[in-house]
Nanobody, 125 residues
Framework: QVQLVESGGGLVQAGGSLRLSCAAS????????MGWFRQAPGSEREFVAG????????NYGDSVKGRFTIFSDTAKKTVYLQMNSLKPEDTAVYYC??????????????????WGQGTQVTVSS
């Protein structure tokens, strides 16, 4: 079992920044991908960003490229999502997820094995 706990969400004005954290605990795996997804009210959950266990591979959703950065601290078993230049359309619940055994980030929900509870991000205009 793997437990994922997100933190760092909140209310921010458009143009502002937030940093989300996802702390992992439980079983360890030699290869995995950590991803961030988000879900706005009335919308499907969508891929935001992903990073491989060694940090070599990253991937971003088109709507966040150039504004969001994913990075990790393997010693702390934590993955981060730095969100800059936030827009009202970034408002959503953000979820952390783990894709065990993967080499590079995948963008499909069903590829991910474990999920956190989510953290709310609200961007006001």
């Amino acid at each position: 079992q793997v437990q994922l706990v997100e933190s760092g969400g909140g209310l921010v004005q458009a143009g502002g920044s937030l940093r989300l954290s996802c702390a992992a605990s439980g079983r360890t795996f030699s290869r995995y991908v950590m991803g961030w997804f988000r879900q706005a009210p009335g919308s499907e959950r969508e891929f935001v960003a992903g990073i491989s266990w060694n940090g070599i591979y990253t991937n971003y959703g088109d709507s966040v490229k150039g504004r969001f950065t994913i990075f990790s601290d393997t010693a702390k078993k934590t993955v981060y999502l730095q969100m800059n230049s936030l827009k009202p359309e970034d408002t959503a619940v953000y979820y952390c997820a783990a894709d065990l055994g993967a080499v590079a980030p995948r963008t499909t929900l069903r590829d991910y094995d474990y999920w956190g509870q989510g953290t709310q991000v609200t961007v006001s205009s």
